[in-house]
């Protein structure tokens, strides 16, 4: 069982930055790649980034591209979510994700990601 806790949700105004962390424990973090998913009010969770476990590679979804970045450290078993550029439709609740098999790289499905941390919530303000 892997244990993951978020931080560095807030409020902002629109075009200000944001940086989320993710601490992870309980599997081998190096092994298995991170995801970050949201979930606005009354909406499903989607995708947002997800970097692999060994190459670093990152996939954006198409609404953050450009604007956010994905990154992780194995030596202290994090992983970040530097934000820029926010606007009002990037409010939600920000979840990080661990996928069910190690030594693989899930794309944007929810359903390959087995482990969730409690969220923390991003407000921006127009």
């Known amino acids: 069982q892997v244990q993951l806790a978020e931080s560095g949700g807030g409020l902002v105004q629109a075009g200000a930055s944001l940086k989320l962390s993710c601490a992870a424990s309980?599997?081998?973090?190096?092994?298995?790649?991170m995801g970050w998913f949201r979930q606005a009010a009354g909406k499903e969770r989607e995708f947002v980034a997800r970097?692999?476990?060994?190459?670093?590679?990152?996939l954006y979804a198409n609404s953050v591209k450009g604007r956010f970045t994905i990154s992780r450290d194995n030596a202290k078993n994090t992983v970040s979510l530097q934000m820029n550029n926010l606007k009002p439709e990037d409010t939600a609740v920000y979840y990080c994700?661990?996928?069910?098999?190690?030594?693989?790289?899930?794309?944007?499905?929810?359903?390959?990601?087995?482990?969730w941390g409690q969220g923390t919530q991003v407000t921006v303000s127009s």
């Open positions: 309980g599997r081998t973090f190096s092994t298995y790649a």
């Open positions: 970097i692999t476990w060994r190459s670093g590679s990152t």
């Open positions: 994700a661990v996928p069910r098999f190690q030594f693989t790289d899930p794309a944007m499905d929810v359903g390959q990601y087995d482990s």
